[in-house]
């Protein structure tokens, strides 16, 4: 990386939601794990559409096939986001229904007794789907974490994986403690025993490009609701693999081509289409950055790809350190306990801590009347937060997870803030 300074008032400036105010403070947003701001531009895409696009799929009249060509085109966005080919990609109301959507498609060619594996670190979104399998005779094993590290018992995995093992489902960012996932790893491991393999990278496409290639999935699923899009779930299907699923959607049995199989009943088109802007958008912050991480990006051909690589690779380069300053301040706080990997461990920009004696709620309340936005309670990480760490009485964690368009400026204030509360919570 070199000249690297990122223009965050230039990003901000697109975001009218930046304006608010409570009692008197600017909002500082700091929720992101929770759902990120959008900036404008996605919303005028999804009025566009539903102002002069309008129309359902497949009809031989103008606006049908304008339509029909602004959804291909957002599967072609997708498609350099996760760089695989626009017939891969699949769309969806959001990521918990694809997986459920996916679960029930798969269970259809599976038999009683086989077994699936899911983890402890992984959001319910990525283990409710399957645990439903359990209602059809599937057996389902459970990664351990390590409650101290904050990382999979890859030795637990390894024990867990055998010729029965059909599915791995895996997380690739943890949406509760930021740890990453070595996730190739995972994945290799299971094709040497034949299982499939699902990614949730909901928590890491916000921070991190994605290469579904280089890691191998045959499944991956994200929200572009987490990275300035609407609410809207994408799942990448490997090709291969998609054609020999049989899938649950209208007449399923007489739609077997790809990606539409996938695809349940009649799909959100305008949202696709703000959806594949916000990747746009992200492109765009590339296009400015791309010369400062020519190191980083030797050997991209030039085109929306390697702007989007750029754009994450700015991104990261921006939140790293404010994630890092975070973190430090934080644990000079008396009191204050902050859950996750050791430092130099790769993982997101998001911070999650208890305060002593205070319950999570009471915190987060505290930090939103001063304008503060953070999250606390479970983020339905429920086996990770109430059965390993056991924080159900203490309301779970206050999380603060940082987007491009937080300034150090909102960290200082709730540093600031939360130690506020630390001292009067002691009196
Ligand atoms: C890591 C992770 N996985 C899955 C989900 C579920 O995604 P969705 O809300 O799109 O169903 C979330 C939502 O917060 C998440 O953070």
């Known amino acids: ?38 900036p404008v531009r996605v919303v005028e895409k999804i009025n566009d559409y539903l102002f002069y696009h309008n129309a359902n799929s497949h009809g031989s009249f103008l606006t049908s096939k304008e339509s029909d060509r602004l959804y291909w085109h957002a599967r072609e966005v ?21 997986n459920f959507m996916l679960a029930l498609s798969l269970v259809r060619t599976m038999k009683a007794g086989d077994e699936i594996i899911i983890t402890e ?67 290799d491991l299971a094709h040497e025993y034949g299982a499939l393999t699902v990614v949730d990278a909901v928590h890491y496409a916000p921070h991190k490009w994605i290469d579904v290639k280089r890691i191998g999935t045959d499944f991956l699923l994200c929200s ?63 296009a400015k950055y791309e010369g400062c991480f020519e190191e980083e990006l030797r050997g991209c051909d030039d ?7 750029a754009g994450m690779l700015a991104i990261e380069a921006y939140e790293e350190p404010l994630a890092k ?31 002593e004696g205070a319950n999570a709620a009471d915190i987060g309340k505290y930090l939103g009347e001063k304008g503060i936005f953070v999250w606390d309670g479970d983020f339905y990480a429920v086996e990770i937060i109430n059965n390993v760490w056991n924080l159900t009485e203490a309301g779970g964690l206050v999380r603060i997870g940082l987007a491009p368009y937080n300034t150090e400026n909102e960290i200082d204030r709730a540093v600031s803030a939360i130690g506020q509360f630390c001292r009067e919570l002691r009196g």
């Not at 350099?80 to 918990?96: I, K, M, R, Y």
């Not at 351990?144 to 999979?152: A, E, F, G, I, R």
């Open 325 to 355: 300053k975070l973190r430090a301040e934080l644990g000079k706080i008396e009191g204050i306990k902050i859950y996750g990997p050791k430092e130099d461990y790769p993982r997101t920009p998001t911070v999650c801590f208890t305060v």
């Open 303 to 309: 085109g929306r790809r390697k702007r989007i690589i």
């Open 78 to 98: 997708f498609a350099d986001f996760l760089n695989c080919s626009p017939e891969e990609v699949t769309f969806g109301a959001n990521t918990s229904s694809n």
């Open 121 to 187: 670190i992984d959001h319910e979104g990525n283990r409710s789907p399957w645990r439903t399998l359990e209602d059809f005779g599937m057996v389902v094993k459970c990664v351990k974490v390590d409650p101290v590290d904050c990382v999979l018992d890859f030795e637990d995995y390894r024990e867990k994986l055998s010729e029965r093992t059909k599915i791995v489902a895996i997380n690739w960012a943890a949406n509760a403690c930021g740890t990453i996932t070595d996730v190739k790893k995972f994945i």
């Open 224 to 286: 572009p609701y987490k990275f300035f899009g609407p609410r809207f779930g994408v799942l990448y299907v490997k090709k291969e693999v998609g054609d020999q699923v049989k899938t649950i959607r209208v007449m399923a049995d007489d739609n077997t081509e790809m990606p539409f199989k996938f695809e349940t009943g009649t799909v959100p088109m305008e949202l696709a289409c703000g959806a594949a802007e916000a990747v746009e958008f992200i492109a765009d912050i590339g």
């Open 1 to 38: 990386m070199k000249d690297f300074k990122f223009d965050v008032d230039r990003v901000r400036e697109q975001f009218p939601c930046l304006s608010k105010t409570v009692n008197g403070n600017a909002a500082a947003f700091l929720d992101g794990p929770g759902g990120s701001q959008v």
